[in-house]
């Protein structure tokens, strides 16, 4: 895991679990400072409410109530991904 996907998977699903916090927190001394910064947008939006601090339920067993998620765009994994910092440190 990273930071930048901790990042999309909260703010996609406005919901971060304890033990990610607990990671979020315990390895900010190995963090960029992009990562940094990263750590920091989620920390306001925990602030502000835009994301919950809870868990996050599994997806439904029954695929007629599964809402059907659009593919990724092409870019999305260059643009965002990428540059929040997957495989930076390899």
Known sequence: MTVGELYLE???TG????AELSWL????DR???LEEATALRLGRLLDQGDIQLGCRLA??????????SPAP??????EWIEPLGRRRHR
């Open 10 to 12: 909260s703010l996609s």
């Open 73 to 78: 765009a092409a870019g999305v994994l260059e």
């Open 25 to 28: 927190t315990h390895g900010q």
């Open 31 to 33: 963090f960029s400072r």
């Open 15 to 18: 919901v971060i679990t304890p």
């Open 59 to 68: 997806p439904t067993a029954d695929p007629s109530e599964a809402i059907a």
